[in-house]
């Protein structure tokens, strides 16, 4: 019985530590802190060339510090690009971890897919928004192939991200055997 309490209380919290079903509203902050870390990055990126450039000018550094400064900033864009693509990668891990222990009823399916359908509306928005950004000339973001790609195509990893949730909801609906009778 004690085992079936901690699973239901493990069941019903979700991203935000609500006890409540908010996986839609987690989806939208999850869509709104991926825009904010990538815009950052690419802006912070940008800043640290700056100031790179006027160390590097600079003769009152060692040549030793110099060399660090240059190491930093040409690894900066691959470390920033490849935690962004785990974060996304950990994004759905976790979606599909949570969809597993959920339980659910066919029933839903519609209204999960209209959340869905307006996540990924919403996505096309922030994904729009991001490219109208890194599209000024005064950003450099090509040294971020990896997080533009994602911002970019951001519908349609969300779309693959709904229907592998649709998957592992259905094939645990048919695993167990559930009946539609409520």
Known sequence: MKRRKERMKMQDSNLSGNKKGNAFLDSITLIIVLLVFGIISI???NIFTSINTEIQETTGFSNGSKEMMTDLHTSFPSVFDSVFLVAMILFWIATIVA???IDSHPIFFVATLLLLIFTIFFSAIVSNTFSEVTADESINADEFPITRFIMEHLPYFLL????????????????EGLHLGM
Do not use: D, P, T
């Open 43 to 45: 802006i912070s990126y």
């Open 99 to 101: 969809s597993f222990m």
């Open 160 to 175: 693959f991200i709904g229907f592998s949730v649709a998957i592992v909801l259905y094939g645990k609906y048919k695993r």
